[in-house]
Structures are given as C-alpha cells and as structure tokens.
C-alpha cells in the first residue's frame, strides 16, 4: 500500500504559478504510475496530468497542456505538478493518485491509491 500527501495549494492570482507536490510513503514508489486530478465545486473530478513509473512517459489533459508540467523524484518518494500561467477556471480540490503499473494513466478508476487533496484557488 502506498499512502499519499499532498501539499502547495492556495490562494493565487489570474497570471501565477503554484507548484503542488505528493510525498508517497513505502519504498516502492517508482511501482506506481502518478497522477494528478482535480475536483471543482459542484463538478465532477477530472484528469489533470500523470506520469508513468520511469518518469518518461507524460499526459497532459488539453486544458493544461502548456501550463502544467508534472515530474517526479523516485529517491524522494514525490511528484510534483508545476502550474504556471493560472486561470480562475483551474480552481479546484486537487487530488494525487497511485497506480501500481502505468495502465491507462488518464483513468480515475484505474487508481486505487488517493491524498486528501489541496486547495487551489485562483482569483480573476
């Protein structure tokens, strides 16, 4: 089992940049494919952005590509989702998520591993 913090969120204008991180405990972090989603008031949750277990493999949803980079840091058991260039339209609860293997990555149920979440809210 792998357990999962996350960490970073807050409050930023239109025009900035955040960069979120998950902190995984165990020590096979590099088993999991990462994935980054996001849940806005009243919305469903969503895909953001995942990365596979080597880290060479990267997806992006079409909102964020060019904005968001994820990356991770297999010795330090985190990944990371680095936001720049904000808009009000990606404030949202965002969620890090495991996987064990690198199996349809874009997937929300093919996740079985999730953090609490961190707030990121961009004002206009």
């Known amino acids: 089992q792998v357990q999962l913090v996350e960490s970073g969120g807050g409050l930023v204008q239109a025009g900035d940049s955040l960069r979120l991180s998950c902190g995984a405990s165990?020590?096979?972090?590099?088993?999991?494919?990462m994935g980054w989603f996001r849940q806005a008031l009243g919305k469903e949750r969503e895909f953001v952005a995942a990365i596979s277990r080597s880290g060479i493999y990267t997806y992006y949803a079409d909102s964020v590509k060019g904005r968001f980079t994820i990356s991770r840091d297999n010795a330090k058991n985190t990944v990371y989702l680095q936001m720049n260039s904000l808009k009000p339209e990606d404030t949202a609860v965002y969620y890090c998520a495991a996987q064990l293997g690198d199996s349809y990555l874009y997937t929300r149920s093919r996740y079985g591993y999730w953090g609490q979440g961190t707030q990121v809210t961009v004002s206009s």
């Open positions: 165990g020590r096979t972090f590099s088993s999991y494919g």
